[in-house]
């Protein structure tokens, strides 16, 4: 077997952890080792669990802080485990992720290095930037998953297109299905009258995701239609200011902030359309799933999001910060079920073909085959 060592900073719930999590549950394990490196310590992190179930070994690095010598022993311990283990691919993933596992590698002689870039027009300060174009210069290859995220990689941070590869999102499209009694049971948790339409969102409360504009989309939608609720999964930075400003807008009654959750592919069931009022996207793993779940989006029109909706027939595309537009479109979708049945099933076959887990997955093994095969042919004609 070919062991592959994964570098990711924290096992929290996010887009890039649930990307490993499928990656995990689809790579061929009669051909593949993985070994994940979390730089942190995720014993008590909320994706520890089902990753560990998955027969997954997890490294705690233990991290903490900037760099001391305390850590640089952490890391000199990394690199010989990577010799030890006879590594021979490492994928980085998210900035410290990327520069540690391709630094830690390189240091190791792991013939194979990758890092991955799954957002684009990140605010680098001038640090963070040498250490990722430090980063690209080691790596053998970056990932990006869409071609607005590969533009980003090779004009702001300086890297060859060949060394580039679009590998897109993918998800599980054989999705569990909440019954009838578990959907009333989850909307009754939530405060939600049974009767009420559904509109939610999945993203961390950061500045990217455009938080502002959901709760003014639903300020709006609400003052057309009274009996739709809406539902924000996720946490972070913003959460308490998003609802402060939810009070302030006098929606509160009718916004449900849900915190962060691990089932969010069972929670989305209960959405009759899903938004994305992201500022800035790589390619949202929450919206592919919502669309793989047959719920019609509503998304604006950044980064990835035009790869993946396909305007007019799986859902709606707006600019950012159109809020008025955002909300026209999702009451076109709550005003006519037929559309939104039709748009949800275009969504779903476009899903299963284009973007499922089964077909990302095959992608980097195919890339980690072709790569440690130009390393042995090279080394062979020395």
């Avoid at 691919?89 to 630094?103: A, K, Q, S, T």
């Avoid at 702001?156 to 060394?163: G, L, N, T, V, Y």
């Avoid at 049974?194 to 003052?223: C, H, I, N, P």
């Avoid at 916004?255 to 390619?283: H, I, K, N, W």
Wanted: with cysteine; charged share 20%.
């Amino acid at each position: 077997m070919i062991p592959v060592a994964y570098f990711i900073p924290d096992l929290n719930v996010g887009g890039a952890q649930r990307h490993l999590l499928q990656v995990f549950q689809h790579l061929e394990r009669k051909r593949f080792e993985p070994i994940l490196f979390c730089l942190g310590k995720s014993m008590d992190q909320a994706l520890h669990a089902r990753i560990n179930s998955l027969d997954i070994e997890i490294v705690d690095v233990g991290l903490e802080g900037a760099f001391t010598a305390p850590n640089l022993d952490r890391l000199a311990r990394v690199t010989v485990q990577l010799c030890k283990r006879k590594v021979r691919v490492v994928h980085g993933y998210l900035l410290e992720g990327n520069f540690i596992g391709v630094l830690s590698g390189s240091l190791a002689g792991v013939p194979v290095l990758i890092n991955s870039r799954r957002s684009s027009f990140d605010q680098y300060s001038r640090p963070q930037l040498a250490a990722v174009r430090l980063a690209n210069r080691l790596s053998d290859r970056v990932t990006a998953n869409s071609s607005a995220v590969a533009d980003f990689v090779r004009t702001i941070e300086s890297c060859p297109a060949r060394k580039i590869t679009m590998i897109p999102n993918g998800v599980n499209c054989d999705l569990p299905v909440l019954s009838l009694t578990e959907r009333a049971e989850l909307k009754k948790q939530w405060g939600i009258p049974q009767d009420a339409l559904v509109v939610g969102t999945v993203a961390r409360f950061s500045w990217k995701k455009g938080y502002e504009d959901f709760l003014r989309m639903a300020s709006f939608v609400l003052s057309r239609r009274q009996n739709v609720r809406f539902v924000a999964i996720g946490d972070g930075p913003l959460y308490d200011p998003m609802r402060r400003m939810a009070d302030e807008l006098g929606i509160s009654p009718y916004v449900v902030f849900a915190g962060p959750r691990s089932d969010t592919a069972l929670s989305m069931q209960l959405f009759d359309a899903y938004t994305c009022t992201s500022l800035m996207e790589g390619m949202s793993n929450a919206l592919l799933e919502a669309m793989a779940l047959g719920i019609p989006v509503v998304a604006t029109e950044v980064g990835g999001n035009p790869e993946n909706v396909i305007h007019g027939l799986t859902g709606y595309l707006a600019p950012p910060r159109a809020v008025r537009r955002l909300a026209q479109a999702v009451l076109s979708i709550l005003d006519d079920p037929i559309l939104a049945r039709s748009m949800g099933d275009a969504g779903k076959s476009r899903t299963a073909t284009t973007f499922s887990s089964e077909i990302m997955v095959r992608r980097m093994e195919e890339l980690y085959t072709h790569l440690l095969t130009r390393k042995r042919g090279a080394c062979n004609g020395r």
